[in-house]
């Protein structure tokens, strides 16, 4: 930053001189009388004042230009993510992974060159190429996404949170659903993607509040029909940390189950 402001001063001071430049060539080309020459000493000095503005500001955007390439400049033309289970790689070229970058930038999750190196994915049954794509983000639990591969690649953004379950795929397979944990593992929420839509996520307005955030604990999900699941709680009143723990050792873990129609 201090090196900006430094050439930025050395501009500025560039382009007073620049305005003497310009006065005296215009005096040059069109000489004038005395008396003439304070009546039309505004418009001059005007005259000159633009030129050399323009002169500025078009090499303040050629400076920034350099001092702040392209992305793609940075970054290789292609990345590999590898399969969490089986050791396979796929590579992104730079317009697929762009959308990682972009959501790495607006949560902080630290130097993307090295959170790029940490993507993992499990694939995801669906006509185009899906993954379910995992990364570390520098914090105590990492971030998950939702990637599709065609001619336009889609990257939806899941948040942050382990993969605690089984992909369940419902019945007309349209849908994947799939539990994602905090970091202790304590509370989990539903993922609910419906492939047609690109990856976006279907959150009921009725118990919404088991797909939204981590509120409770969840043992068990499963499809009813194409639009209904079921969805096994831990019977709490309150889900304090403590009271969960009470609830963990306990040896018989009360539940409620309660079914969800979805959007």
């Known amino acids: 930053m201090n090196e900006i402001k430094r050439q930025l001063k050395m501009k500025i001071g560039d382009t007073t001189q620049q305005q003497r430049n310009v006065v005296h060539k215009i005096q040059q080309l069109y000489p004038i009388s005395p008396k003439k020459s304070k009546s039309l000493l505004p418009v001059v000095l005007s005259i000159a004042v633009f030129a050399a503005t323009l002169i500025f500001v078009f ?47 607006e949560n902080n999750y630290g130097k993307r060159e090295d959170v790029l190196s940490t993507l993992k994915y ?66 989990q929420r539903i ?39 079921k969805v096994t709680v831990a019977d709490l009143e309150e889900s304090t940390d403590v009271i969960i723990k009470e609830w963990e050792q306990d040896i018989n873990r009360p539940t409620k189950t309660i079914e969800v129609p979805l959007p």
């Not at 230009?65 to 590898?82: E, H, R, V, W």
């Not at 006509?127 to 570390?136: G, K, N, R, W």
């Open 122 to 187: 499990t694939p995801i049954k669906n006509e185009l190429p899906s993954y379910l794509v995992t990364f570390d983000c520098g914090k105590t639990v990492c971030a998950s996404a939702y990637l599709t591969l065609d001619q336009k690649s889609t990257m939806a953004p899941l948040g942050e949170g382990i993969l605690t379950s089984e992909l369940i795929y419902s019945p007309n397979q349209e849908n994947v659903m799939f539990l994602l944990s905090n970091s202790e593992k304590t509370k």
């Open 59 to 105: 090499s303040i955007i050629g400076e920034e230009s350099t001092l702040n390439p392209t992305n793609s400049a940075n970054f290789p033309d292609s990345i590999t993510m590898i399969d969490s289970t089986s050791g396979e790689l796929v590579e992104l070229n730079y317009q697929e992974y762009n959308g990682f970058l972009n959501y790495i930038s």
């Open 191 to 229: 993922v609910v993607i419906n492939f047609e839509f690109r990856g976006e996520s279907r959150i009921p307005s009725l118990h919404h509040e088991y797909f939204s955030n981590y509120n409770w604990p969840i043992t068990n999900v499963h499809w009813l029909t194409d639009n209904k699941i």
